[in-house]
């Protein structure tokens, strides 16, 4: 398996993993699709990592810029998807790594996302009670600081994360 950046060819089996992956997530709405080709359109899909194997795209993860008050230069991670069938084989943690380096390679300030911390806490991620995101608990609300300091107050995604 390989995790590389997305192509153009790759963009239907982008929305297509990601409707499966998020399709019965009780937390999930059903925009995470639209919302990764919202970004694209808009240029807001700073980092886009697929993960391959035998020609077939089998997870990927999205980063795009946030705005964090008296911050700059931070990412917001996902929608994060690994087809169902493939899960728990290691390739999400694969592509958080991948994730995670890119960001150290533009020398990010910091990544912040929403999500069970069960599962993002193995790559650093932590809450600290002051970072939001709407009315979300904020152990939902994380984040891992590289080169900037403690995210505090409301996270605002990219427009492409609003309505339809
Ligand atoms: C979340 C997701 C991307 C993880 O991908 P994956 O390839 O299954 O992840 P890995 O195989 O690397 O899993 C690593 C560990 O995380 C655990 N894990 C996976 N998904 C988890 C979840 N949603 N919550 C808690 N733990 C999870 C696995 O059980 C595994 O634990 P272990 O190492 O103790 O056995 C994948 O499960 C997925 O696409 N889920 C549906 C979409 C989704 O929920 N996206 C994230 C929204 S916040």
Not at 77 to 89: C, F, M, N, S
Not at 97 to 117: E, Y
């Amino acid at each position: 398996m390989i995790i590389r950046t997305e192509t153009p060819a790759d963009i239907d089996a982008i929305y297509a993993l990601t409707a499966t992956a998020f399709a019965h997530q009780p937390f999930s709405d059903g925009s995470e699709p639209d919302i990764i080709n919202r970004l694209r359109d808009a240029g807001g899909l700073r980092f886009s990592f697929v993960a391959e194997r035998d020609g077939q795209i089998l997870g990927h993860v999205a980063l795009s810029p946030v705005a964090i008050k008296g911050q700059s230069n931070w990412f917001g991670l996902g929608p994060i998807a690994v087809i169902p069938e493939r899960q728990k084989l290691g390739i999400g943690t694969a592509l958080m790594k991948r994730a995670l380096a890119g960001l150290q390679q533009i020398t990010a300030s910091g990544c912040v996302l929403v999500g069970n911390p069960d599962f993002y806490s193995r790559f650093g991620f932590i809450s600290n009670g002051a970072l939001t995101y709407f009315d979300t608990p904020t152990q939902y609300v994380q984040f891992t600081q590289l080169t900037g300091s403690e995210p505090r107050g409301e996270i605002t995604y990219h427009d492409a994360f609003g309505g339809a």
